[in-house]
């Protein structure tokens, strides 16, 4: 078999040019090195807007396809938050696996999605970075009524120094955003520190992990050895990012935004935190595994992006310290390159997926 071999950190990249077919099958297990044990298949994920959640959505649909798990689904659209949207489960199957649309998160709620050995997981942004890049996505792409109304000359700049003018409620697009994602209530006082505080470490409990999106491939490292997953199951290309002027806050801007979307500061300020010393509490190989997973991206993103891809149809990593070997395969590729909407849509279409 003809193939191009790279080495890059004590690990082989192979390009194959004819590849077998290949049938992705439920792994037996491993521990938090490189043998099999335990894999985690039932897992809800809170979808936070603009957030780095559709590229996180998208390997967990992909997670659910290759092991050939219940995605839950809404009957249409992409938001799920009543037990009458649900799609029906098909014949023979128990119950549902992943779940990886948008919803607001309720423990109840939740709790009534997926079978009681699930794990949760969230993912927080930025505040100032997510209600930047919000603002000109749902006015560009969905065209937001209260958006459309700020002059576009100073957009940002208007929209955080005159709330009462142009943000007016509490929970918007850019404004709390994630508070009520993650389920806090309307009303709430930025003074009432207490109770905010006493929700939040009530999350945690319930959150096996909250992603942080400035350390995407730290956080989906952690989530690999969480969940005893493979490379192949957190190989991302970035998804659903709408090109947008770049703009600063100043100080001053900084505190007025803050002051008026407390809640979304509160939880990345906290769930940061608790990332943080999650970091802490791993060895020095975890870096070294991180700097490994983004040479994998590295590659994969290559591969994806090839302009001839008739010549080779898989890219193979061999076998390293902490991971079995696995492919890429154009396949793949497509997948991860295909849109949230379209996704969703083929997956209530089809009976059966299983990626080959």
Known sequence: M????????????VLVDKLPALQYRQRSTRNSTSHYTNVTTHVAFLKVHKAGSTTVQNLLFRFGMRHDLNILLP?????????????????????????????IYQ???????????????????DPVERMISSAYYYRD????????????ANFIHDLVNYPDKYDTAFFSHTRNSMGKDFGFRRGIEPTNKSKIRKYLDQL??????VLIMEKFDESLVMLKRLLNWSF????????????????????TEIAKFRNTSFLDFEIYEYFSNVFETKLKQTEDEFYKEVEFFQTTLDKTSEFCSRKNKTEIVALSFGKSKWDEKFQVTQLDCEWMKTKELSFISKLRSTKHIQLA
């Open 2 to 13: 003809a193939c191009i071999v790279f080495t890059s950190y004590k690990h082989s990249v």
């Open 75 to 103: 009957k249409s659209g992409n938001y799920l938050n009543r037990a009458s949207q649900k799609m029906s489960l098909k014949a023979g199957q128990k119950s549902y696996d992943i779940f990886a649309c948008h919803t």
């Open 107 to 125: 423990k109840q709620w939740f709790d009534s999605l997926l079978p009681t050995d699930s794990v949760y997981i969230g993912i927080v942004r």
């Open 141 to 152: 792409v969905f065209g937001v009524g209260y958006l459309k109304r700020v002059p576009r």
């Open 204 to 209: 945690n409990s319930q959150f096996l992990l």
């Open 232 to 251: 192949g199951d957190i190989i991302y290309l970035k998804m659903n990012s709408h090109k947008h002027e770049h703009t600063v806050l100043n100080s």
